[in-house]
C-alpha cells in the first residue's frame, strides 16, 4: 500500500535549488536526512524532488538498490522517469532480472509508453546476462511503439548482441540499422576486438566515415589483448597525428605495449607527453605508468612514481603493480615491505595482490613468508585461493626444491588440477633432475592433455641433461608428430626505437659478419677471464665438446648482447628481452660479459629480471 498520497502540490523551490540539495548529499545518512524533509515537507509528492531523491539513492557511488526500491513502492502514481531510474539502477549483472521486472511493469501495471531510454536502459540489463531471449522480446516491444529506427535503440540492441558474444548478430543489426552514429560504429569494433578478431575489427574501422578517441582506443587496446603490441603503439602514433587527444584509457593500453616491448623510451615519451598536456593522473594510468617502468627494468624510477602520487594509493592497483614489479625485479623483502605499507594504509588486498606477493616470495626463496601469506588469504582477508595462487605455491616449493610439498599442495587443491600447474611441478623436477617424479608427473599430463607440447619439452630436457638421448629423442619426435614446434628461444634489444630480434643461430641480421666475428671475440675474452660453458645445456646428443660450446655461444642472448656491446657507447645499459626462461649456461657467461664489458646487462626473461653488473646477478643464482 503506497503511503504518500495526497493532493498534488507545486514546490516550494525551483528545480536548480533541488540540484544543488541532492548534490550536496555525499553520503546514504544525509541523503535519508534529505528524505526525511521532502516528507515532512510534502514535496515526496511531486516529481521533481522525488526524480532527484530516487536519482541520488539508487545510482550514486554510496546508494542503496533496497532503499532504492522502498523509496519506488511508496511514491504514488510514478511517472515513467521513476520507472526509466530503476530499470538503470538495476541495469548490472546481479540485478538485471529485476530491471526487467520493472519494464514489465511499465508495459503491464501503469500503462506507460516507453520512451528511448527505457529501450536502452533493459536493453543494456539483457546485455549483463539477463538473456538474449529476453532482449529479443524488448526488441519487438521497441518496434511496436515504432522506435526500432531510433539510433539510441539500435545501437543499445547492438551493444546487447556485443555483450553476449553474438558479434555477427550485433552486425546485422548494424546492417539494417538506417540511422547510424560513431558510437554505432564503435560498439561494433570493440565487438570483433572482443573476440580477439582484430583483422575483422580493423576492417569494420578502416570503413569508419570519422574516429573519434574511444575508436582509436578500442583499436590500440584490441592490439594489447592479443599481443601484437607492436602494432598497437603504431596505432597510437597514427592517433596522434590525427590530431586526436588521448585519455586515460588510452593511455594506460600505449603504456601495456611498451611494458610487453620494453620499450622504455618510448614509455617515458608517453609519460613525458600526458604530463605536459596536462592529462588528469587516475589510479589506473598511475598502475600503468608504475607497470611499464618496473616491466622496462626501472623499478627504482617505478618505486619513485608510486611515492610521487599518494593521493592515488587509496584503490589497490598502483599497489599491485609496484608488488608485482618488485617481484619480478627479485626484490622480494621490498615486495614484502610494500604489502604491510598497504596494511597500515588499510588498503584491502585483492587476488592480484597475493599473485604478485607470492610471487615475490618465490623468487627470493621466501618459503616460510609465502606459506604466511597464502594461509593468510582467507583466514585474515576472505579470500579463497583460486588455481593461480595454488599454481604459485607449487612454484615456491618447486624452486625450493621441496618437490614433495609441492605435489601435496596440488593433491590438496578444492579444485581439479590442470596440466598447467602439474607442468610447474615438472618444471621443477627439471631444475631439481628428479627425473623419476619427472616421468612419473609427465604421464598424468599427458592423461589430462595427450597432445600438451610443453610435456614433452620438458620430459625431452630432462632426459637430455641426464645424457638418455634415446628417450629424449622419442619425446621430440612425439612433438613433430602432433605437426607443432617448439617455440624458439628468441632474444630482442631496442637501439634507436628500432627492435633487432634474434633466433638461437641467427644469420638474418644485416650485420651477420661482423656480428658472429665480435661473437668469437668475446668468447675468448670470455675464457680467459675464466668462464667455462655448462655443457649439460646443451639438448642435443652433440659428441664433441668443442661442437657443445659452439652450440652455446649462438645462443639467442648472446648474439643479442654481442649486438648490444658492438653498437652502443662504453658504459651504457644493454636492455635484452627474451621469451623463454634463461638458461644456466647464458646466465654464467652474461655475468662474465658484465665483468668484462664493465657493462650493466638488463634482461627480461620469461618470468623475471636479471641485471647483471660486475659479475655478479641481481637473482643471486636464483630464478
Not at 535519508?32 to 515526496?44: C, R, S, W, Y
Not at 641480421?509 to 671475440?521: A, G, I, N, R
Amino acid at each position: 500500500m503506497r503511503r504518500y498520497y495526497s493532493t498534488f502540490k507545486r514546490p516550494l523551490v525551483s528545480d536548480h535549488k533541488f540540484n544543488s540539495f541532492f548534490d550536496s548529499c555525499t553520503s546514504m545518512e544525509q541523503t535519508k536526512q534529505a528524505h526525511a524533509q521532502l516528507i515532512t515537507t510534502g514535496l515526496i509528492l511531486h516529481p521533481v524532488p522525488a526524480n532527484k531523491l530516487l536519482e541520488r539513492v539508487a545510482l550514486s557511488s554510496f546508494g542503496s538498490l533496497s532503499y532504492a526500491q522502498k523509496v519506488f513502492d511508496q511514491i504514488p502514481c510514478p511517472d515513467l522517469f521513476l520507472h526509466n531510474t530503476m530499470i538503470k539502477a538495476h541495469s548490472l549483472p546481479s540485478t538485471s532480472h529485476n530491471s526487467f521486472a520493472v519494464f514489465r511493469a511499465v508495459m503491464r501495471a501503469f500503462g506507460l509508453l516507453p520512451n528511448q531510454y527505457t529501450f536502452v536502459f533493459v536493453m543494456k540489463a539483457c546485455g549483463n546476462g539477463l538473456g538474449v531471449l529476453e532482449g529479443e522480446q524488448v526488441r519487438v516491444h521497441a518496434i511496436s511503439v515504432g522506435l526500432d529506427s531510433n539510433v539510441f535503440v539500435m545501437n543499445a540492441t547492438i551493444g546487447m548482441y556485443v555483450n553476449l558474444g553474438m558479434v555477427e548478430e550485433a552486425r546485422k543489426v548494424f546492417d539494417w540499422s538506417v540511422n547510424r552514429d560513431i558510437y554505432s560504429w564503435n560498439i561494433l569494433v570493440s565487438g570483433y576486438v572482443g573476440m580477439g578478431d582484430m583483422d575483422q575489427a580493423m576492417e569494420w574501422f578502416d570503413k569508419m566515415p570519422e574516429h573519434d578517441v574511444v575508436s582509436w582506443s578500442t583499436i590500440i587496446a584490441g592490439y594489447v589483448q592479443v599481443g601484437c603490441f607492436t602494432e598497437a603503439l603504431n596505432c597510437f602514433h597514427k592517433m596522434l597525428q590525427t590530431g586526436l587527444k588521448p585519455n586515460q584509457f588510452t593511455l594506460v593500453s600505449a603504456l601495456a605495449a611498451c611494458a610487453n616491448l620494453v620499450a622504455l623510451d618510448q614509455g617515458r615519451w608517453i609519460h613525458v607527453y600526458f604530463e605536459k598536456c596536462e592529462i588528469k593522473m587516475n589510479e589506473r594510468l598511475l598502475a600503468s605508468l608504475i607497470d611499464m617502468y618496473a616491466k622496462c627494468g626501472q623499478i627504482e624510477f617505478a618505486s619513485k612514481v608510486f611515492c610521487n602520487e599518494h593521493g592515488l594509493r587509496r584503490k589497490v592497483w598502483p599497489w599491485n603493480a609496484l608488488i608485482g614489479g618488485f617481484a619480478m625485479h627479485g626484490k622480494s623483502k621490498e615486495a614484502i615491505d610494500t604489502f604491510e605499507q598497504m596494511k597500515i594504509e588499510k588498503v584491502s588486498p585483492n587476488k592480484v595482490t597475493f599473485i604478485a606477493l607470492l610471487n615475490a616470495c618465490s623468487h627470493g626463496n621466501m618459503v616460510d613468508e609465502g606459506r604466511r601469506y597464502f594461509e593468510s588469504m582467507a583466514s585474515s582477508y576472505g579470500i579463497e585461493a583460486d588455481i593461480e595462487h595454488y599454481g604459485c605455491m607449487v612454484d615456491l616449493l618447486g624452486r625450493a626444491g621441496l618437490l614433495q610439498e609441492a605435489e601435496d599442495v596440488i593433491s590438496s587443491m578444492p579444485m581439479a588440477p590442470d596440466a598447467a600447474i602439474w607442468g610447474a611441478l615438472l618444471g621443477a623436477c627439471r631444475i631439481h633432475k628428479d627425473i623419476k617424479r619427472g616421468e612419473r608427473i609427465g604421464k598424468m599430463i599427458k592423461e589430462l592433455d595427450p597432445n600438451h607440447m610443453g610435456c614433452h619439452v620438458l620430459l625431452s630436457n630432462i632426459y637430455s641433461a641426464s645424457g638418455r638421448w634415446n628417450e629424449a629423442k622419442i619425446q621430440r619426435e612425439k612433438v613433430e608428430l602432433y605437426g607443432r614446434r617448439k617455440i624458439p628461444g628468441c632474444s630482442s634489444i631496442e637501439l634507436n626505437g628500432v627492435f633487432h630480434q634474434f633466433l638461437v643461430g641467427d644469420r638474418s641480421h644485416p650485420q651477420t659478419k661482423q656480428l658472429y666475428m665480435f661473437l668469437d671475440e668475446m668468447s675468448r675474452k670470455l675464457k680467459i677471464a675464466g668462464y667455462l660453458p655448462e655443457l649439460g645445456e646443451v639438448l642435443l646428443d652433440i659428441d664433441d665438446e668443442e661442437d657443445k660450446e659452439t652450440a652455446l655461444s649462438k645462443h639467442s642472448e648472446k648474439l643479442a648482447i654481442a649486438f648490444g656491446l658492438m653498437n652502443t657507447p662504453p658504459g651504457t645499459p644493454i636492455r635484452i628481452v627474451k621469451n623463454l626462461r634463461v638458461c644456466s649456461d647464458c646466465h654464467q657467461a652474461t655475468k662474465f660479459i658484465s665483468k668484462v664489458y664493465n657493462r650493466e646487462i638488463i634482461v627480461r626473461d620469461r618470468i623475471r629480471y636479471h641485471h647483471f653488473q660486475y659479475g655478479i646477478c641481481s637473482c643471486k643464482d636464483y630464478w
